[in-house]
């Protein structure tokens, strides 16, 4: 294949235990990009010797390799990607896995394609006519995969809808036509990331070529459930925003503390304790989940984990004393169902909860200064108290 007018490229390569896949990766990648001004840039998480493979293989390697070798893998194989987009040497970048299933030898027709000038951003797809998803292995791997596309799709439809395969991770992108320091990838799905959040100041021009999916010949895969579960909160963060994600897990929690509510009376207990200690479970489990998904940026300035747990639970404990007794009075005075009035209770307190957490229990730490700045206005508090509700409830999420 000829070589065609395209700027130097740079080949992303994240890599998490994959010592056995190096040699050939480097061997076919090298093959497919001799007629290209290349090089290939390796971003390693492994425990397992793979970096010491790269430094070997590299020294005989016909084109550069580095290798770039982390200790904390912040972000998973997407904060890799991103590590590898600030050090790249050019501005084309080609990403790929290192398991080998996607072929470095499409690589070539990725930037014939980009030289057309008319693309950002140009994606290996399975999906298209020439594609091929066999690599995923499982029929219900392909169906988690088609489903996940489908609802992706569906909550972005003006940013994604000429791609058939935003959840891949063998694409080019002129680094460029995008802001790297907005990206905050949680797991896998880098390529989203890019088009939703990086994308933002102008919408990237996305082109696709088939790709045939290999299978894995060597380690195994890092999907798994917890990659699931972090990739719909991730989703979540990238469509609704810091509140949006505040809602989802205390929509997991109302639906909890309704069902322990539902199987405590069911067997036999009043009511009225029986939502105490769905609260109880509840206020837990919710501060959990905030700490990890919701405020993890924030934790870091705010006050310490004791601090920020006492603050909510308070709170929470003080709400859930209001609620309840509201609660009873809507069951008595209204004749609903207990069920029905604790879920009603809990959506009128969810506004005050997220502003209470956004705007004390993970509220920066006041830092001590010699000159103590004079008391701010009414007016002045007020609106940084407004300006602060808009900021927390429509910011993206950052994990």
């Not at 290349?38 to 390799?65: H, K, N, Q």
């Not at 590898?84 to 299933?101: P, R």
Request: charged share 20%; aromatic share 8%.
């Amino acid at each position: 294949m000829s070589a065609v007018p395209v700027a130097p490229v740079t080949v992303i390569v994240p890599t998490f235990n994959e010592r056995a896949n190096v040699a050939e990766l480097i061997e076919r990648t090298a093959t497919a990009l001799a007629a290209f001004d290349a090089e290939i840039l390796f971003v390693d998480d492994s425990s397992d010797g793979t970096a010491d493979e790269i430094a070997r293989v590299a020294a005989s390697a016909p084109l550069p390799v580095r290798v770039i070798h982390r200790e904390h893998n912040t972000g998973g194989l997407g904060g890799a990607v991103v590590l590898g987009l600030n050090e790249a040497t050019h501005d084309v970048c080609v990403v790929m896995d290192g398991d080998l299933q996607h072929p470095p030898e499409l690589i070539p027709a990725m930037l014939q394609r980009f030289a057309r000038g008319d693309a950002d951003v140009v994606a290996a797809s399975r999906y298209i006519g020439g594609g091929d998803s066999a690599g995923l292995g499982t029929t219900m791997r392909l169906g988690v995969s088609k489903a996940a596309t489908a609802i992706t799709k569906a909550m972005f439809l003006r940013r994604l809808w000429r791609s058939t395969d935003p959840m891949t991770g063998f694409f080019l992108v002129n680094r460029a036509r995008i802001d790297v320091g907005v990206l905050r990838p949680q797991g896998f799905k880098i390529l989203l990331e890019i088009l939703v959040r990086a994308g933002e100041r102008h919408d990237l021009r996305i082109a696709e070529v088939p790709m045939e999916f290999g299978a894995r010949q060597h380690g195994s895969s890092k999907a798994s459930l917890r990659q699931g579960w972090t990739f719909l909160v991730h989703l979540a963060r990238l469509r609704f925003g810091k509140m949006g994600l505040f809602a989802l897990i205390g929509g997991i929690g109302a639906i909890a503390n309704i069902g322990i509510m539902w199987a405590l009376t069911h067997a036999g207990m009043d009511y009225v304790p029986a939502a105490v200690i769905g609260a109880a479970v509840t206020i837990i489990g919710n501060f959990v989940l905030q700490e990890l998904f919701v405020f993890r940026a924030e934790r870091h300035d705010a006050s310490r984990l004791w601090v920020r747990f006492a603050a909510s639970a308070s709170f929470n404990s003080i709400e859930a004393a209001l609620r309840i007794p509201v609660m009873a009075w809507m069951v008595e005075s209204w004749h609903i169902s207990s069920v029905l009035a604790t879920a009603i209770s809990l959506v009128v307190a969810f506004f005050a909860r997220f502003l209470f957490h956004a705007l004390v229990v993970y509220a920066p730490r006041r830092r001590k200064t010699s000159d103590a700045p004079a008391e701010p206005s009414v007016d002045t508090a007020t609106m940084r108290v407004l300006r602060a509700i808009d900021t927390e409830a429509m910011r993206p999420g950052e994990l």
